[in-house]
């Protein structure tokens, strides 16, 4: 019943129109007066759309997925099927190699879910659902098999090789300013304010690929582009309204393919950004769920607790644990209920859709502790299923080792979960980072916190699967918690870039910008300068940066450039030295080739005697600079300048 879907908010209506679509309509002001007259414009509304209901033709809306393909490892597959009344019909499928297994009918009249196996000699093709009622087609709908990319090229993960670039894409790059505002996308861009959208798209993206490929970076993680219909805040994309649809403020799908394959070409890697966790209110299952446990229902609005430990803690009450994955992550992000089995086969459907669709690298998890994790688990062996060499990195944001550990792939965790997650964000060093170069050296303080966090290196299964980072989105910018020392900034990014792991730098952490998080989202989240027309700025080009800029910009491609082509810092083992004097010293070796890393954290020069490290210095006599490629002939002595790094590489 069209009826139904009409529902009376404070502010306005909420409705179908004719086409199924959801609207809002919001009443311009609230006092005595016009809540009469909403009074009567709802009841109007009411009648109207009553009466329409009668009219209201059975159809389909929409199919998720919106196409599939042959080919598949897995031959399941489940299509959502939402439309007006479209559980009173028997959906039959005619097409060689497809079988309609199971048919499945819901609490509401207006899905169904159909359950197809895909035989392995099926031929790409479109073929036609037909909604029947006895022998009368009363609908139908044309559906795509495509045929699946066995380029082997293509699925191949990010490693220890690669150094990861997070961008926001509204704060990026304007690169499209038609695009800015979009009919039927509630938000409109307005940069003036620090949480409202500012226009940033897939086509400032792909504009400054060349710059990413000149920076030295592998692969560009963007926080999520799906559409994120709301009315406020919606820039960031965590309230997805769309899983299966670009923001078309971001683009297109089409062109999310393209910049992918853009990159691809470029030698680039792509990361996308998946929240499963919840989605955004306004998705078009708003007040028309499939079942009533869709999202985790509370007789009133009840936020997670957001301890994300409690779901590894062997002491937890069932009550924090509740709370955790049930509660909801904002009012306007409900929580899925990953434990029906339907939410848990849209979710995995649509990863596997985006990775086949656009041929994608890899995936960041959102929240990745807040679902069920033996969801998550089921969702990541799928995921392996399809694509053996896949990474997914998850935001697993713990304040301690053991706490991150439990979430790596086969983690040896005393309850059995073993999670087959690839690849986790190693936060307890992230913390230590933004910490270490401001403190006096202290028997945990200082450059100490660095060597303590690594030292618990055993919790991991292993080390090197950890994603490394100075700061996100969601925190400080690495320049300000550093109080804006251009020295200390240099000594955070050489650690990042030698120690174990996969580097990921924040967007403008390269040209040295700055964000508080006490300042609100808005400010770690500033436009990149020149990334809009008629920017004062443009610090893409050497020529707009300041001196500072470029110095920090060179020394950065410096060392990611040299990164690349260094396996001993990608793969190598490595060994570090308990912290002395404020001096930190470790070793990466592989396969003959030895790099040698000290970090000098004294407002002073300090000469430092080397006969401690003479088990990692044996059969080497000199060295070179990596950033100076100045000489280093005697390894005996070595001179470190005040608040500094050197980075050598052992020669015989
Ligand atoms: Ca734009």
Not at 60 to 86: A, C, E, Y
Not at 170 to 184: E, H, K, L, Y
Not at 282 to 289: C, P, R
Not at 466 to 482: A, K
């Amino acid at each position: 019943m069209q009826f139904l879907f009409v529902k009376y908010r404070v502010s306005g209506i909420d409705f179908y129109d004719s086409k199924g679509i959801w609207r809002i309509f919001d009443f311009p002001n609230i006092n005595p007066f016009t809540m009469k007259i909403k009074s009567v414009l709802f009841i109007l509304l009411l009648l109207g759309s009553s009466l329409f209901s009668y009219a209201q033709k059975i159809h389909v809306n929409r199919v998720d997925p919106p196409s599939w393909w042959t080919g598949m490892h897995n031959p399941h597959l489940q299509l959502l099927v939402f439309g007006p009344k479209i559980s009173e019909t028997q959906p039959v499928i005619d097409y060689d190699g497809i079988r309609l297994a199971e048919v499945i009918h819901v609490a509401s009249p207006d899905y169904l879910f159909l359950n197809l196996v895909i035989s392995p000699k099926t031929q790409p093709g479109t073929f036609t659902i037909r909604f029947k009622k006895g022998k009368k087609e009363i609908t139908s709908y044309q559906y795509t098999l495509n045929k699946r990319d066995k380029n082997p090229k293509l699925h191949q993960g990010f490693d220890n090789s690669d150094v990861i670039y997070l961008l926001m894409p509204d704060r990026f790059a304007n690169g499209d300013t038609t695009n800015d505002n979009m009919p039927g996308m509630l938000e409109k861009a307005d940069r003036s304010n620090p949480n409202g959208r500012h226009g940033g798209d897939i086509k400032g993206i792909e504009d400054h690929l060349d710059y990413l490929k000149d920076l030295g970076i592998t692969t560009i993680w963007s926080t999520p582009l799906m559409e994120d219909n709301l009315p406020t805040y919606s820039y960031h994309g965590y309230a997805q309204t769309d899983y299966y649809k670009v923001d078309p403020r971001f683009g297109t799908n089409q062109d999310y393919k393209n910049l992918v394959q853009e990159a691809h070409r470029k030698g680039l890697k792509v990361i996308q950004d998946m929240v499963f966790n919840h989605c955004g209110t306004n998705y078009f299952w708003k007040n028309d769920l499939p079942t009533p446990d869709w999202y985790h229902q509370w007789p009133k609005f009840t936020r997670s607790n957001y301890h994300g430990g409690v779901v590894s803690d062997p002491h937890a009450s069932k009550y924090d644990y509740h709370r955790m994955v049930a509660g909801w992550f904002d009012t306007s992000m409900p929580d899925l209920n990953q434990d029906n089995p339907l939410v848990a086969n849209y979710l995995i459907q649509n990863s596997i859709w985006w990775i086949e669709y656009a041929g994608l690298d890899g995936v960041r998890q959102d929240t990745y502790p807040y679902p069920y994790k033996d969801f998550m688990a089921k969702w990541m062996q799928r995921i392996l299923e399809e694509y053996p060499h896949f990474n997914v990195v998850g935001e697993t944001w713990f304040s301690y080792p053991a706490t991150v550990a439990y979430w790596l792939e086969n983690n040896r965790n005393k309850d059995g979960y073993h999670s087959h997650l690839t690849n986790v964000f190693d936060f307890p060093l992230m913390y230590a980072i933004n910490r270490a170069f401001n403190e006096k050296p202290g028997w945990d303080t200082g450059l100490a916190r660095l060597y303590e966090v690594i030292s618990q290196d055993f919790v991991y299964n292993d080390p090197m699967k950890l994603g490394i980072f100075c700061g996100n989105h969601d925190s400080n910018r690495i320049f300000s918690s550093l109080h804006e020392n251009l020295k200390a900034w240099k000594m955070a990014m050489a650690f990042l870039m030698t120690t174990r792991g996969i580097p990921e730098i924040y967007y403008g952490d390269e040209i040295l910008m700055t964000g508080e998080k006490s300042k609100g989202d808005g400010n770690l989240r500033k436009d990149f300068p020149g990334g809009w027309p008629g920017d004062q700025m443009n610090a893409f080009t050497p020529q707009g940066r300041t001196a500072e800029q470029n110095d920090a910009f060179n020394y950065l491609r410096k060392l990611l450039h040299w990164r690349k082509n260094t396996p001993a810092v990608q793969y190598g083992k490595l060994t570090h030295y308990i912290v002395e004097n404020g001096i930190y010293v470790y070793f990466r070796s592989y396969k003959g080739q030895r790099v040698m890393v000290m970090l000098n954290n004294n407002n002073k020069p300090v000469t430092v005697d080397m006969a401690r490290f003479a088990e990692d210095l044996n059969g080497f006599s000199k060295g070179k600079d990596v950033i100076s490629g100045k000489v280093l002939n005697s390894l005996n002595r070595i001179v470190m300048p005040a608040k500094s790094p050197l980075i050598v590489e052992l020669m015989k």
